[in-house]
């Protein structure tokens, strides 16, 4: 498990080949603090949000920075939204009912399910949240094809 942050330099961000630089620090996920905004010379990238399991992304803004930059980033930081809300909804849910799924199958609270047991409740869950993924990703992926094509045109 990597502890720290991971900061995207300028150059990445005009070209998706370049490498994500990692930063280490001593503390632990839970107790990063993000930068400034004001600050940051580079993309910060912080620990995982500990429901929807995403790392957020406080973005450089350039002094210099063009009407076209700007649009992909606030473009940029929709979608990352979008992606923040539909996965700490989903969690929530997730582990709701799969911790009644447990209370309901098991009589003793120092007992645990097997993994054949637990495999009921996940494709149940599936099952049940198909076309929610469906949706999901399609959205996703048109929502990713516009950030692709208004990053081609800054």
């Known amino acids: ?8 330099s300028n ?11 990692y930063a280490s620090s001593a503390k632990s996920a839970e107790t990063v603090e993000p930068p400034n905004p004001k600050l940051i010379q580079e993309d910060w990238i912080g620990p ?3 429901t929807s399991n995403l790392r957020p992304i406080m973005r450089h803004v350039p002094k210099n920075e063009t009407i076209l930059q700007e649009k992909l980033r606030l473009r940029q930081a929709e979608v990352e939204e979008y992606n ?6 989903h969690n929530k849910r997730f582990f709701e ?3 009644a799924f447990v209370a309901a199958n098991i009589s003793h609270p120092e007992e645990s ?4 047991q637990m495999s009921v409740f996940y494709k149940s869950f599936l099952d049940k949240n198909w076309k929610l993924h469906f949706y999901y990703n399609v959205s996703w ?3 990713k094809h516009l950030i692709h ?3 081609t045109t800054c």
Do not use: C, M
């Open 48 to 50: 995982p949000d500990k």
């Open 1 to 8: 498990l990597f502890r720290g942050l991971y900061i995207l």
């Open 149 to 151: 094509v208004s990053g």
């Open 84 to 89: 923040q809300k539909f996965w700490t909804n």
């Open 97 to 99: 009912e799969r911790d």
């Open 113 to 116: 399910l097997s993994a054949d």
């Open 11 to 21: 150059y990445s961000q005009r070209h998706p080949a370049a490498f994500v630089r």
């Open 141 to 143: 992926y048109i929502k």
